[in-house]
């Protein structure tokens, strides 16, 4: 792939803020490829989304990003709402705490990613279409509620844990033990409870390496919805160390469903946790836009 043109997004405080550093490692890898660089360095909270949304896209072959979970729902929000309609390929370069999608893909290490852009191989991959509040939003990781969400909250409040504050951060949860009511629409059938949480999961891991979704593909159309009723603290602290292998789902506490879309309506307005950001409000109507996404892969993934 010779004389492509990226615009190279690079996020200085995310994950461990190593950003930078990353950038100086791979910046060689792209530029002795015969490949034009375009470099942005966000500046603020959003500001990948603004960019994704606003950037001269015809004159850009692929959007890249070094930056975590976050730093890709914003640039996917940002690309899948211009008004212009158009899009070009991702490529995400692992920089955040989280980075459930390269967890997926079993690329970790920054160099390897980078030589995926290089390769030109790409793959398309599901997108879920979120509707709240009068506005949609995409996720291409997770849709959490109830106890998903007052993880995300606690996580946020202790980033300087790194990847260790999800783990903190659920454990505190559990303890706190709180129960939400709602109406769960899957199909035809009606879930009519109190919850302990809700997870629609597009890609087999959350937040730091929690296969919370074993059985999910990227582009199956389908997502992984974990569903987990009322359960005391004890059931939940004895579930909780299995999601780390996915034997969670054979507990009796769990119900896994894979499905195309599914609503929920909560007795109160609660906030989602899309992709790892704390967003909008239920009620939410979600539905799966099969293989919608092109990412940067290698070639035995892409297929080519």
């Given amino acids: 792939m010779k004389n492509r043109k990226l615009l190279l997004i690079v996020n200085p405080a995310g994950g461990i803020q190593n950003g930078l550093s990353i950038l100086e490692n791979i910046k060689p890898i792209l530029l002795d490829s015969s490949i034009e660089l375009d470099i942005i360095e966000t500046k603020y909270a959003g500001h990948s989304r603004d960019i994704a949304n606003t950037m001269d896209i015809d004159n850009y072959s692929a959007l890249c990003l070094i930056g975590g979970d976050g730093t890709m729902h914003e640039a996917i929000n940002g690309m899948y709402k211009r008004q212009d309609g158009k899009r070009i390929p991702i490529g995400l370069i692992p920089g955040g705490t989280g980075n459930s999608l390269m967890h997926d893909f079993e690329c970790m290490d920054p160099i390897k990613a980078a030589k995926w852009i290089v390769g030109g191989y790409t793959k398309h991959i599901d997108l879920a279409e979120v509707r709240m509040d009068h506005k949609i939003v995409f996720a291409f990781n997770i849709i959490g509620w109830g106890m998903i969400t007052d993880i995300n909250l606690r996580a946020e409040k202790v980033r300087w844990m790194g990847e260790n504050r999800y783990t903190y951060a659920a454990i505190m949860e559990i303890l706190s033990h709180k129960l939400r009511h709602a109406k769960l629409s899957i199909g035809d059938d009606i879930y009519d409870s109190n919850f302990t949480f809700i997870l629609g999961s597009l890609t087999r891991y959350t937040g730091s390496a929690m296969q919370m979704a074993p059985n999910a ?40 469903r894979q499905v195309d879309s599914y609503s929920i309506i909560p007795d109160k307005h609660d906030s989602l946790n899309c992709d790892g950001e704390t967003i909008g409000s239920t009620p939410i109507d979600v539905r799966i836009l099969k293989e919608e996404v092109e990412i940067y892969t290698s070639k035995e993934i892409s297929g080519n």
């Fill in 217 to 256: 593909k990227l582009d199956d159309g389908l997502i992984d919805v974990l569903i987990v009723r009322e359960a005391t603290r004890k059931q939940m602290l004895n579930l909780f160390p299995k999601i780390f292998t996915g034997d969670h789902i054979k507990s009796d506490l769990l119900e896994y």
